[in-house]
């Protein structure tokens, strides 16, 4: 026990030099174990010990008492399963050799009462004697899925357990099913679900994401799991192909940016800054939203948005200033930090989604503001335009594309030696880049 902390001794009785666990059951474990109160002894003296022995006996009821409820979740039905299987694997492998030892032939069926087991145990039991799994313990999808969101493994980002929570509830509710064990998907049934959602107008670039997240699933059950799945991936190999069918972002044109700098001109704040952080950094939306006040730092003496994640390995980076945009960087900073605010811009953190994304009602507020102010014909236009923009001036200024990816969070040339030990060019060469970014520089 911690020094100076009264140790717990809930549940815990010591009689002579021994503890006792005791507690009174709930009506649904009394009713299944045959008593009112539950009363073990922990065969020590040791108090911490004693605890810790509790603290696992409270797991035990509370998974039994979820199992007698049907509340146990999925990946947890699992591993139940599979420590009940084990223990009477041991149970019978015992048996056997106290038979070869007393020539008395006994099996598990002589010491289980079959009346007093759980369905899980009852599973266990049946997967003993035919060596085959039943199906309402295979593992499932969800189970995969809740395993996968957990995994002490690697440290899953918020808005990659959103999409594959999303990719399963879709594809479970195509095949008008809760829940389906992994062994009974099929690739006819991923087939229909992909020809289903191209059929409700979802692109080819969405159908892919949601493929790739069932894959991860399905690929996290075979290799960490070790699920004995017979067939291969069934939501692998079909050729969707979806970078060849969305069209990029247009750029901005001169007209387009004044029009939206006019719009925003008297307003304060997210509705001010927003528009002129995309067309002075190139930065994505969903990156200028999640800026922290402690994410405006000064590196080499260049004043820098420290953009730590996005949607790929290279999104983290420190993107200079520009010298346009650093007294109004440093009003909001100022704002923030008299409202109490972690975020730059406070206004997001009410519109927080599961995946921990903050610019949801941001990129609709934009959206609005463009169809409302600039005229965009045949072109795609949206925040992202702020960033092909970007590219576009630096590049027709001359800057080298190994400065601009550094600014924009692009890949980072295909060597070792540029992907890993690179730090890339100086703050002070990339601030001479953002600086080439200019109103006037467009048409």
Known sequence: MARGKRPDKRYLRQRGNVWFFQKRLSPVLAQHLGRTILQETTQTGDLDEACRIRDRLLADLADLEAELKGNLSPARKRKLFLDKLQELQEANRELERQAADDEIVLDIHDIVDPEKLTPIEVAALKALN???VPAEVRLSICGALEDWTNSPLVTRKASTVSKNTRAVTVFLSSLRVDDIALCEVTRKQVRDFVAQQLSQNKTRQTVANYLAGLSAIWTHAVDVMEEPLETDNPFKGHRLRPKATVKSYDQFRRADIEAI????????GI????PRLGFYTGARIS??????????QQHQRVWCLVIREGKNRNAAREVPIHHDLLPLIKQQLERARQDGSELLFPEVAQSQRKDGSHSAKASQWFSRLLTKHVSRG?????????RTTAITIMADAGVPEEIVVWITGH???QTTANRVYNRGPSYKTRLDAVHKITVEALH
């Not at 509705?271 to 927003?274: C, D, E, I, T, V």
């Open 411 to 413: 890949e980072r040339g």
């Open 261 to 268: 700098f006019q719009a925003t001109e008297g307003e304060t």
């Open 378 to 386: 045949n072109r795609r236009l949206g925040f992202h335009s702020f």
């Open 271 to 274: 509705a001010f800054l927003l």
């Open 287 to 296: 990156e200028l939203c999640a800026l922290r006040i402690t994410d405006i």
């Open 130 to 132: 035919t060596g085959v």
